[in-house]
T-cell receptor
Framework: GAVVSQHPSWVICKSGTSVKIECRSL??????MFWYRQFPKQSLMLMAT?????????EQGVEKDKFLINHASLTLSTLTVTSAHPEDSSFYIC???????????FGPGTRLTVL | GESVGLHLPTLSVQEGDNSIINCAYS??????FIWYKQESGKGPQFIID?????DKRQGQRVTVLLNKTVKHLSLQIAATQPGDSAVYFC?????????FGAGTRLFVKA
């Protein structure tokens, strides 16, 4: 139980394009989803928290117009990196909580490479 | 959750030895704690959890110890194997907030 998937697992794009990453809870309803980015050999950095049906709460320093988050259903949240640049290259990981539990279950991550 | 982007401390152990990974947490009100394992290129995996009304919990080859007096959490891995090589994160949960530790990279030497 408590499986979270992400798609795609790896994406390479040209600078200036937008990339959408999906996060799905496969066997539970995720009332809250979290988006993290992680640089090599560093810990997780929380970008934003989203609750189903409401606007995401962004951490300080994260541009909400740059990283668009949509949590339209209890099983799907999307992160869109708009007008991606090489400095946006990173490992993006989502997690989800649900069923009254505070435990975050993580997706496998999406590696974004912007050329 | 929050976290801090830091370069990770490392722990190197010999295969077969026991590993102890430590974590200091910050919020006295945290009442739930989790250890996660993250292998290279993958998302973190839940390993074991413990509630604040306990001081020890055992799983398969792993034990978590909680010392609320000094706000310290540890993860013990018995008979460490090469497959245990990963980054280990602690997480403290309380007051509708999850805070992650910086993580420790475990290297297992054959």
């Amino acid at each position: 139980g408590a499986v979270v998937s992400q798609h795609p697992s790896w994406v390479i794009c040209k600078s200036g394009t937008s990339v959408k990453i999906e996060c799905r809870s496969l066997d539970f309803q995720a009332t809250t989803m979290f988006w993290y980015r992680q640089f090599p050999k560093q810990s997780l950095m929380l970008m934003a928290t989203s609750n189903e049906g409401s606007k995401a709460t962004y951490e300080q320093g994260v541009e909400k117009d740059k990283f668009l988050i949509n949590h339209a259903s209890l099983t799907l949240s999307t992160l869109t990196v708009t007008s991606a640049h090489p400095e946006d290259s990173s490992f993006y990981i989502c997690s989800a909580t649900g069923g009254g539990s505070d435990t975050q279950y993580f997706g496998p991550g999406t590696r974004l490479t912007v050329l | 959750g929050e976290s801090v982007g830091l370069h990770l401390p490392t722990l190197s152990v010999q295969e077969g030895d026991n590993s102890i990974i430590n974590c200091a947490y910050s919020n006295s009100a945290s009442d739930y704690f989790i250890w996660y394992k993250q292998e290279s290129g993958k998302g973190p995996q839940f390993i074991i959890d413990i509630r604040s009304n306990m001081d020890k919990r055992q799983g398969q080859r792993v034990t978590v110890l909680l010392n609320k007096t000094v706000k310290h959490l540890s993860l013990q891995i018995a008979a460490t194997q090469p497959g245990d090589s990963a980054v280990y994160f602690c997480a403290e949960i309380g007051g509708f907030k999850t805070i992650f530790g910086a993580g420790t990279r475990l290297f297992v030497k054959a």
